[in-house]
């Protein structure tokens, strides 16, 4: 949800990159757990608004991958390094552990 409208506010340039980074991050992660575990899972990259969209068929492997990598390297030049980051936040040091 965040992704698909975060663009288009006008705000703050860091703290909207900030966010970005870390829905990037969160997204990115959270398929590379699923591709784990499952190897494929339906891919989904706008928010679903109604029963049929949720129906997805599954993406390859290698689908999950290339968008994990992808979403890892926008994260990376997003988010900020530890130093300036808020505790508890994503840092673009993680996202490199991610991508590794």
Do not use: C, W
Request: charged fraction near 20%; charge should be positive; glycine fraction near 4%.
């Amino acid at each position: 949800q965040i992704l698909s409208s975060i663009d288009p506010v006008t705000f703050d340039a860091t703290s909207k990159n900030n966010i970005k980074g870390q829905a990037l991050f969160l997204r990115a992660y959270s398929y590379f757990e699923l591709v784990r575990y499952f190897q494929k899972a339906p891919l989904h990259l706008t928010p679903v608004t109604n029963r049929s969209e949720a129906a997805k068929e599954l993406a390859s492997e290698e689908q999950l991958y290339t968008q994990i990598i992808k979403d890892a390297q926008e994260a990376i030049t997003l988010l900020p390094a530890r130093p300036q980051q808020e505790l508890g936040r994503v840092t673009s040091g993680a996202a490199r552990m991610l991508l590794a």
